[in-house]
T-cell receptor
Framework: KNEVEQSPQNLTAQEGEFITINCSYS?????LHWLQQHPGGGIVSLFM???GKKKHGRLIATINIQEKHSSLHITASHPRDSAVYIC??????????FGTGTRLQVFP | GAVVSQHPSRVICKSGTSVKIECRSL??????MFWYRQFPKQSLMLMAT?????????EQGVEKDKFLINHASLTLSTLTVTSAHPEDSSFYIC????????????FGNGTRLTVT
């Protein structure tokens, strides 16, 4: 079992839909990252959070430390949001552990 | 914002040759740089962590003599794939941070290596 699990693995949506991607982890962490990887391979760091909630534009990330769970929400999704979204955690043992990613496709 | 530049973006080489990939932090001094490998449709796999001026720390299963990492300055780290084989073909990505693991992650755009 992976220490960082994401769901769903694949997700398709119509433009405008509200999207949620989930990340669960089984290790103690000091921080959690949400990353976006575009089809060309480039990776952008969307959020780093250790508690609560962060918002940037149409993106919202939340984390529940007690439940060891984080969600990434995209409001009013757009085709340009199509990408792979990766959850990664800084573990208490100073390891960076990646989830397997969620492939999102948003259709017009 | 912080920018990490990775070069080259694509490289094709013949078996047995060596390939060097550069990772530069453009507007901040990165005390730590990370090198990752990504197989098709899989997530990132951390290969090694390099700290400026000291030897890189390799993850289990990563051959240090195969993947030479040098972090000679606070703005440059290099990964050299030595005596490349077709199975080394992959997508290699670097990221740079200001502290150890627990800092915002700034990624390069990656290098697609194809070994023929």
């Amino acid at each position: 079992k992976n220490e960082v699990e994401q769901s769903p693995q694949n997700l398709t949506a119509q433009e405008g839909e509200f999207i949620t991607i989930n990340c669960s982890y089984s290790v103690g962490i000091s921080a959690l990252h949400w990353l976006q990887q575009h089809p060309g391979g480039g990776i952008v760091s969307l959020f780093m959070l250790s508690s609560g909630k962060k918002k940037h534009g149409r993106l919202i990330a939340t984390i529940n430390i007690q439940e060891k769970h984080s969600s990434l929400h995209i409001t009013a999704s757009h085709p340009r949001d199509s990408a792979v979204y990766i959850c990664a955690v800084n573990s208490d043992t100073d390891k960076l552990i990646f989830g397997t990613g969620t492939r999102l496709q948003v259709f017009p | 914002g912080a920018v990490v530049s990775q070069h080259p973006s694509r490289v094709i080489c013949k078996s047995g040759t060596s390939v060097k990939i550069e990772c530069r932090s453009l507007d901040f001094q990165a005390t730590t740089m990370f090198w990752y490998r990504q197989f098709p449709k899989q997530s990132l796999m951390l290969m090694a962590t390099s700290n400026e001026g000291s030897k890189a720390t390799y993850e289990q299963g990563v051959e240090k003599d195969k993947f030479l990492i040098n972090h000679a300055s606070l703005t440059l780290s290099t990964l050299t794939v030595t005596s490349a084989h077709p199975e080394d073909s992959s997508f290699y990505i670097c990221s740079a941070g200001l502290l150890s693991y627990n800092s915002p992650l700034h990624f390069g755009n990656g290098t697609r290596l194809t070994v023929t």
